[in-house]
């Protein structure tokens, strides 16, 4: 009886009291830190529901007494960016029709790419992939010029088409690089069996790759949806500015000389712009994260 | 899908070696168009051009080394030289510091990890025009952090670091680490995940103390993944550009200059391509000179192996 009795005993580590000091500083120091990094995203919500007088009267940090969503309103249809004044939406609209096939055409490229690299190696190819890795550490101000020229000489320039030409350029190494590293963790067997049967480069790539390989497609997208929507140098230099992408806009709108600042429209037109990448980065979770990695670490 | 190789075909078949598999080396072209076109292309094609006399259009007309020259008695490019330098030095220590810090707190088996993570990296999905634009906001002297310190009774209380030329830089760094730091803590974090549990039994068991472990056994074997990160983090640093443009435009005057903008502005609005393309070609080798001992460390680090 007593001998049960003490092999049923607790086991395990004793357990840690919740109030230790350690714990205390601990979570103490993270959730300053956390509040710390929260605190611009705070701002920027309760400047651009409050109204003016109010801005003016209060602190930034306050929470508005009167919730307003006209600076919303004025930030997505009325702000003005030189002649024009519909808002940012016009941004909005740019940015997604260059979002949608800058992504579509760098992810297929990328990972058609990463695709040659680990399973239709030839002669050469390890060196072009080196190259196109170097790539990613030279300034985009080496190559803006050569790259104007290019677009001109293809007509170009200016144009939507050719933005999504440079994001499919500029996103390469990066996309590139995380095809391939994870292709070549698939099992070769799969790759020689199929060969073996007679199936070809597309039919291996439709059939065989695609269904195993759907995650890391979601993690370039995530990387490129992100990056492409926050791009601001590429937008500037390549596109007209009718075609001017929804940062380059916000920065006209917040940064004009002309005017009274209406710091409440500022606000919401910021939030807008950052919502995209926001609501990609919270539903993603460690998708995301996984793409830094894989492009950090293993960088 | 035709011409793709299909089972060991005769010897009197065989195709020539360049068509074999063609779909693969039809699906290489992007990328050597890209790697050799672009990249390669482009880089050179931008260093011959420093060293003409091209203005408004480019033009093959040599003056040797006069842009270099002319470039480095430039005010407006030592300026940006200089504030890259103390940014980027400043950004760097405080970014490993804080990265480091905070990665070290999330690997303590805490709860709610997850959570503090998305708090502490949601700023990186941000752009840094987005980000540029929130912190001129609370760093407003008017209505900011500043106001408020006032109203609290400090009345003499002064922080406008965008509208001070000397303190401007602090402004952007500010900014720079609320978006950067977040990056530097998840890669040092899956460093960090990667450590043998048994290095922890073992120093427990000896009795070292958690901190004396992290610098003394942790970060040495976090070696590689530090030197990882400070080659991006750094080749990041060197493009800086879009927090500047949406913080303070270079302001005020000049104090916030930076080599990016120099260039953009050199390029596209002053129209003066030679300079455009001196500064850039100073910006190369400064990633260079980064880069090679890296990849000099990467290189030899394989051999050993």
Known sequence: ?299 | MSSAEHAPAGPDKRPIRLFRNLWSKIAAIPMILVSVGIFVGGTIWTIVYSFTDSGLLPRLNWVGLEQYERLWSTRRWLVSIENLAVFGIASLILTFALGFLLAALLDRKIRFEDTFRTILLYPFALSFIVTGLVWQWILNPEFGVQSIVRGLGFESFTFDPLYDSSKVMIGLLIAGLWQGTGLIMVILLAGLRGIDEDIWKASRVDGIPAWKTYVVIIIPMLKPVFITALVLVTSGIVKLYDLVVAMTSGGPGISSEVPAKFVYDTLFTRQNLGQGFAASTMMLVTVAIILIPWALLQFRGKKND
Request: charge should be positive; aromatic fraction near 14%.
């Open chain 1, 1 to 299: 009886m007593t001998d049960t009795a003490t092999l049923t005993g607790p086991t395990g580590p004793r357990p840690k009291k919740a109030l230790s000091p350690r714990n205390i500083m601990l979570y103490g120091t993270l959730i300053v830190v956390s509040l710390y990094y929260l605190l611009p995203l705070y701002v920027m919500i309760v400047t651009s529901l409050k109204g003016m007088p109010e801005i003016r009267l209060g602190n930034i940090f306050s929470p508005p007494v009167e919730v307003t969503f006209q600076p919303w309103v004025k930030a997505w249809a009325e702000a003005c960016t030189g002649i024009n004044c519909d808002g940012l939406s016009r941004g909005f609209w740019n940015s997604v029709r260059i979002l949608i096939p800058s992504v579509l055409v760098s992810v297929s490229i990328a990972s058609i790419t990463g695709y040659v690299l680990s399973m239709w190696r030839f002669k050469g190819s390890e060196i072009f992939f080196a190259i196109l890795l170097l790539g990613a550490f030279i300034p985009y101000q080496v190559l803006l010029y050569p790259v104007v020229i290019v677009l001109r000489e293809l007509g170009l320039y200016g144009s939507l088409t050719g933005l999504v030409v440079v994001h499919t350029i500029f996103g390469m190494p990066i996309n590139v690089l995380l095809f391939r590293n994870y292709f070549v963790t698939l099992p070769e067997e799969l790759f020689k069996a199929a060969r073996v049967d007679g199936a070809g480069f597309w039919r291996i790539f439709v059939f065989i790759i695609l269904p195993m390989s759907l995650p890391i497609f979601v993690v370039s997208m995530i990387i490129q949806v992100t990056g492409i929507w926050n791009d601001f140098l590429f937008g500037v230099v390549y596109t007209r500015p009718e075609n001017y992408p929804m940062t380059v806009q916000l920065n006209n709108i917040v940064n004009s000389v002309q005017g009274v600042q209406e710091y409440n429209v500022n606000m919401a037109a910021t939030l807008l712009t950052g919502l995209v990448p926001l609501t990609v980065y919270f539903f993603s979770g460690k998708l995301f994260v996984r793409g830094i990695a894989a492009g950090a670490v293993k960088g």
